[in-house]
Nanobody, 121 residues
């Protein structure tokens, strides 16, 4: 069993930057592919970024490419998402998740509780 806890959300003005992190506990997450997802009010949860278990391969949804960077530190059992040049459309609850597969769908095995990111215009 894996427990995931996100942190680092908050309020940031448009054009600003924010980093959210995810700490794993229980079973070590270094063997899992990790993803970030987000869900805005009234919308479906959507894929944001994913990183393979070894940190070598990543993938992003088009709307965040060149603005967001996903990274992981397997020694510390953490995954992070650095978000730059934020805009109000990035406002959402951001979720960390773990999967056995390198996937851009929401079919992940373990999920965190989410952290709120709000971008003011």
């Amino acid at each position: 069993q894996v427990q995931l806890v996100e942190s680092g959300g908050g309020l940031v003005p448009a054009g600003g930057s924010l980093s959210v992190s995810c700490a794993g506990s229980g079973r070590n997450i270094r063997t899992y592919n990790m993803g970030w997802f987000r869900q805005a009010p009234g919308k479906e949860r959507e894929f944001v970024a994913t990183i393979r278990w070894d940190g070598i391969r990543t993938s992003y949804t088009d709307s965040v490419k060149d603005r967001f960077t996903i990274s992981r530190d397997n020694a510390k059992n953490t995954v992070s998402l650095q978000m730059n040049n934020l805009n109000p459309e990035d406002t959402a609850v951001y979720y960390c998740a773990a999967s056995d597969a390198f996937s851009m769908t929401t079919d992940y095995k373990y999920w965190g509780q989410g952290t709120q990111v709000t971008v003011s215009s």
